[in-house]
């Protein structure tokens, strides 16, 4: 029931909403009106970045396999303006710590920390990594002689300088460990969002039988009326009989969801109920239906399948209703319909116990949401590299680029980089239609455009098959 569109949807909307609000990581500021010891400790912080950067590039555990350089603190110094600018300034000009990146790059890979990242590096994402570059810089950086030679040549050079930048740098840590994303908590929150789209599949499916059930009680008070017309004492009662309604009211995995959560739309929202089954039974559909001479198991489920589309669907005070009870029932509303549609053909095609859909069709499904967020988690600021890129390239402008484009984007370059079964058009057009949907007018195009250069870059490097 719950297939990869609405699943990709519960990811945008979950990974916007987590985002949104996540404390930023960022490098200390360069200070306010700055001493010369000021200055150099600043500096020297600066510096001591890109030396873990370029250590990260240099510390290789196998030909072309360099595991810190895909560490997530790298893949933030990497994205800060600072440090690009940096890195581009010492393309041209000499790196103070250069000739010492070989060496402290065999100390690294000689270290017992080094040595458990690396074994803890193949459990969970992100393992490892919480305190790896802090005692890396603390206990084999900053206690390497040369280290300590080489900075003490450094215009304006002090112990207390020295000192200072340390702090800096520690604290610079202590940031990112804040900054750190909390996968679980993300993940329970798009298992909770799931379960809640399951609710309104349920609760959508349970509809007809309230609204029959409203309509089967007013039947019997007219019958008990003082003054009763021809049609109070013998009522039409082909719209509560309908047959793919009272397959719905037997089945009892509605049955057993129904009672568990407590789905009462007449108790619930009564006059809600009230209005929609007016507008049902004022419905050219409806008075179509009834004047039918007989009716098959076919009409009694065209008939709820057109109310849905028709009717239910479009009604103000039954939308207004879903949006009061979940933020997010409207979006998922168009999806979760066309399941509850495939019911009602299950029992035209009297498959009554199979009417109700699987909430994942297979193994690999129910994985799936799970998975996309813990590849984005891991890899997003390398993504945001791509995306950032590819911008720079082109005539959009950096600056005004909208948020959940950027995490439209980032989903879709999870999605094509790690999932090889998903034709990479697949992926594309669905990451094109969610921006259509969820941002600008000019998203759409500006997803199409950024997607098209990131891959094409990809697989221009080889680091993607599939085409």
Known sequence: MINRILIRIKVIQILYSFLL????????????????????A???YLDMLVLLIKLSETVERRANDYPLASTRFISRLL??????????KYRTEPFPYASLVDSLAEKIKESAIYKKYLKDSGNEIGSGEEHLWQDLFNLVIMTDPEVGEVTSRRTNYTLKGLERMHDMMNRTFVNFLASQDNIAEVEQALSRSLDKARELYFRLLYLPVELTDLQDRIIDENRHKFLKSEEDINPDLRFVENRVVEALRTNETIETYVSKNKIAWSTDEPVMLRNLLK?????????????????TLHDDSEL????????????TDFLETLEEKSVFWNDDLETIATFV????????????????????KDDEDARFGSELLRYLYKNKETYRRYIDDAVAGSNWDSERLAFMDIVILEAALAEIMNFPKIPLSVSVNEYIELAKSYSSARSGAFVH????????RLQKEGQLAKK
């Open 21 to 40: 609000v996540e404390k930023q990581f960022t490098l200390e500021s360069n200070p306010t009106a700055p001493t010369k010891e000021k200055r150099f």
């Open 42 to 44: 600043y500096a020297l």
């Open 79 to 88: 994205i800060d303006d600072t440090i690009k600018s940096l890195l581009k």
């Open 279 to 295: 507008a049902i039974t004022g419905s050219e559909i409806y008075a179509d239906y009834m004047a039918l001479p007989e009716a």
């Open 304 to 315: 709820w399948r057109n109310l849905f589309k028709k009717v239910i669907l479009d009604n």
């Open 341 to 360: 549609l495939k019911s009602f053909r299950r029992v035209e095609e009297g498959d009554n116990t199979g009417a109700v859909l699987e909430k994942f």
């Open 449 to 456: 455009g950024i997607l098209g250069t990131v891959v094409a």
